[in-house]
């Protein structure tokens, strides 16, 4: 056996001795961080939605860490402690529904019933007023089972929530501080030219930037306009029925529309039609708000289809919960991103590619492909 082949086959095995190590230290690794990656990736994610701000601090003459604890001290008073009050109001009030509502009348079975058959259409389905309020009655009361539970499961989750909320302050200031510095060591591990690292990293900030400060503005203003209609006319759970807001405003096609379905029914039978009317227009209102600052937040980006937005949206929930309605168009954004990022990247490597699109200029030399034999002549 010659040297040289010696000397292939022990770098062979030095590679797969390190690469065997680096699987058994790393799994462990994993799933240590694992319970707590979707927690800094959200601090990854706003701490890229402040930079600006950090970098406006530096500019003006202030420490890396003074600069960052600023920031992180901001995001705290004005996005995590109204957050935690606000949720906290909402429990108070999902705990409060049923006894409000039943004092309202909307529990009250002979004004349901009334009303019901008062209605011609229901008054030849419900043909048995005995079995009718029956099911009424088992309906009104599984119902308030769920909000109790689902209000207690809320409350067993706080502690968790306040630890994560500790952990995703804590990671936004790192990274605003030492963010750069992790970049560049990360891209000199990973097997890429650092030219597809920065766009990738820029795709990341952009979708950041773009998808959910977009998603976060809009929401916010049709969480608030939904709280103010609700509480001007008396409805309950204004608090709940805002949180929720804030939630269906981020799926797209559908929006506020269920939160202000359910506060109408509420007004029909507890109020009657004027109110009910007026809290349709409120909610036309909210619907043209998304339509006014979506726009804005988003203007000189390109925004993501509503097909994949909705796509991404459900996918994340069912994916990391709650939170993946945050997460899931980030990921989208950075897959669309390394889609277009591709045939670049194959020219770069030496393969062919048909692309129609409009891939990502990036700055790297193009492999030479072999010379192509001419065709030879049709014979004769």
């Known amino acids: 056996m010659s040297a040289s082949s010696e000397r292939g086959g022990e770098r062979r095995t030095t590679l797969v001795a390190f690469l065997l190590l680096l699987v058994a230290v790393a799994t462990p690794v994993f799933l240590m961080v694992r319970p707590y990656a979707l927690t800094l990736l959200l601090a990854g994610i706003v701490a890229v939605i402040t930079d600006p701000i950090y970098r406006r601090l530096r500019r003006r003459g202030m420490r890396p860490y003074v600069a960052g604890g600023v920031v992180s001290l901001g995001i705290f008073l004005l996005v995590v402690t109204p957050t935690g009050l606000f949720t906290w109001a909402a429990l108070q009030e999902a705990a409060a529904l049923p006894s409000s509502l039943s004092q309202a009348g909307v529990f009250d079975i002979d004004a349901l019933l009334a009303r019901l058959h008062a209605w011609p259409p229901a008054r030849r389905l419900l043909a048995d007023p005995a079995a009718t309020e029956a099911q009424l009655r ?36 790192f990274f ?60 309950p759970a204004a608090f709940v029925a805002a949180g929720l807001a804030f939630i269906f405003a981020w799926v797209p096609l559908l929006g506020v529309a269920p939160v202000y379905a359910t506060g109408m029914l509420y007004l029909w039978f507890a109020r009657g039609p004027w109110d009910t009317l007026f809290l349709l227009l409120v909610g036309l209102g909210a619907g043209v708000i998304d339509n006014v600052i979506r726009p804005a937040v988003l203007r000189g980006r390109q925004q ?52 129609t699109g409009s891939p990502p200029t990036i700055d790297l030399p193009v492999a030479e492909m072999p010379p192509t034999a001419p065709p030879s002549p049709p014979p004769s």
């Open 138 to 173: 088992d309906t009104i009361a599984s119902a308030a089972a769920t909000v109790t539970n689902l209000v207690l499961a809320a409350l067993s989750q706080v502690p968790a929530l306040l630890l994560h909320a500790g952990l995703a302050l804590l990671g936004c200031f």
């Open 176 to 235: 605003l501080v030492d963010g750069r510095r992790l970049l560049l060591w990360l891209s000199g591990k990973v097997p890429l030219p650092p030219q597809i690292v920065d766009v990738l990293f820029l795709s990341f900030r952009e979708s950041a930037g773009a998808v959910v400060l977009a998603s976060m503005a809009a929401a916010s203003a049709q969480a608030a306009v939904t709280l103010v209609g609700f509480l001007a006319l008396g409805v």
């Open 304 to 355: 993501m289809h509503p097909m994949v937005s909705l796509v991404a949206i459900f996918g994340g929930i069912a994916v990391f919960g709650i939170f993946g309605a945050f997460v899931g168009p980030i990921l989208a954004a950075v897959f669309i991103a390394l889609l277009e990022t591709w045939p670049t990247v194959a020219a770069y490597a030496g393969i062919e590619v048909s692309d």
